[in-house]
């Protein structure tokens, strides 16, 4: 796929992402059965999508970016009750951002061959 379709699958999967974080209560069927699974899973979808629509943006960079943005998350969800922060759920972003990287740089390097 081209930059281009990754941009659009991106800016689908953070706004989902959002959706989902944001609700009261998210869809059953929509998880791994672990909490930590779900957003480490989810994270490293966002980051591999964000490294192949803008493969020249630093991978630090845009790493940062998905960790600010799984923080908000957290921010936002202290004040939507039943919801509620936690650090952990940030550290399980971390762990899913990595994959991320991980994942985009085989992805990359797979289709030059």
């Known amino acids: 796929m081209k930059p281009t379709h990754w941009r659009l699958v991106c800016v689908l999967l953070t706004l989902g992402v959002g959706v ?13 059965g672990w ?16 490294r192949l629509a803008w493969p020249t943006l630093p991978a ?19 004040q939507l009750p039943p919801r509620q922060g936690e650090a952990a759920d940030v550290l399980a972003d971390a762990l899913g ?4 990287l991980i994942a985009s ?8 061959r």
């Open 97 to 100: 951002i990595a994959l991320g």
């Open 20 to 32: 989902l974080a944001l609700l009261p209560q998210p869809p059953a069927g929509l998880t791994s």
């Open 35 to 50: 909490d930590k699974a779900n957003h480490a899973l989810a994270f490293a979808a966002l980051c591999a999508s964000g």
């Open 105 to 112: 740089s085989a992805w990359r390097r797979l289709r030059t």
């Open 60 to 78: 630090p960079w845009q790493a940062l970016a998905w960790l600010g943005y799984g923080g908000l998350i957290e921010v936002l969800q202290t």
